[in-house]
């Protein structure tokens, strides 16, 4: 698969199997497993941040570089990813 390929199958097997934790998102009660790989791979529930660690992780075993990034966007506190394609570095955001 080239560099492109890998990121998307990851970016879309995360997206199709993971879901974003959004009732306790809303409750204020996000277990602290939803910011990690854990909640993301092994419980199916994840935040921004377990997403984003998942993907890097992910990538990781799939022979790609990739950074976890965090920041403030206009919703408030966010992580996402950086991925180099091809000799470029691209953001993703699997959330």
């Not at 970016?11 to 974003?20: A, G, R, S, T």
């Not at 790989?37 to 419980?43: K, P, Y």
């Not at 206009?74 to 000799?87: C, F, S």
Request: hydrophobic share 40%; charged share 20%.
């Amino acid at each position: 698969m080239s560099e492109f390929e890998k990121a998307k199958a990851i970016h879309d097997y995360l997206v199709v199997n993971v879901d974003y934790d959004y009732e306790n998102y809303l409750a204020n009660t996000i277990p602290y497993e939803r910011y990690t790989v854990i909640g993301a791979l092994r419980d199916k529930y994840a935040v921004c941040a377990g997403y984003a660690k998942a993907f890097e992780v992910l990538c990781q075993f799939a022979g790609l570089d990739c950074t976890y990034v965090t920041g403030y966007v206009p919703a408030g506190y966010h992580a996402w990813n950086q991925v180099k394609i091809d000799g470029k570095w691209y953001n993703i955001d699997v959330t």
